[in-house]
């Protein structure tokens, strides 16, 4: 059975991190893009950032970039997301998703994201 399971998310002061984990089990995906979403209350879900799967490529969303970083350790099957100079406007539910079609980081097209996970909570206060 293939999982994804986020971890990391927690309540935090604006201005504060958060490092935002997804382990994958039941199968690799070492050779595959993977990627972190989020979804606010009565919001659609957004894409936040995506790396290739041997790590060379990333892509952010404008609103995250220069605050948040994705990396992976293919070794353990895992992705990261380092959340710094969190805002109020930053609090959503955040979701990690893997792209077995394996397109180009840069291609928002959401049809390529098959496996998702259930999410975690991230809360920046004011």
């Known amino acids: 059975q293939v999982q994804l399971v986020e971890s990391g998310g927690g309540l935090v002061q604006a201005g504060g991190s958060l490092r935002l984990s997804c382990a994958a089990s039941g199968r690799t995906f070492s050779s595959y893009p993977m990627g972190w979403f989020r979804q606010a209350p009565g919001k659609a879900r957004e894409f936040v950032s995506a790396i290739s799967w041997n790590g060379r490529n990333t892509n952010y969303a404008d609103l995250v970039k220069g605050r948040f970083t994705i990396s992976r350790d293919n070794t353990k099957n895992t992705m990261y997301l380092q959340m710094s100079s969190l805002k109020p406007e930053d609090t959503a539910l955040y979701y990690c998703?893997?792209?077995?079609?394996?397109?180009?980081?840069?291609?928002?097209?959401?049809?390529?994201?098959?496996?998702w996970g259930q999410g975690t909570q991230v809360t920046v206060s004011s």
């Open positions: 998703a893997v792209d077995t079609f394996s397109a180009p980081v840069t291609d928002r097209n959401m049809a390529k994201w098959t496996y």
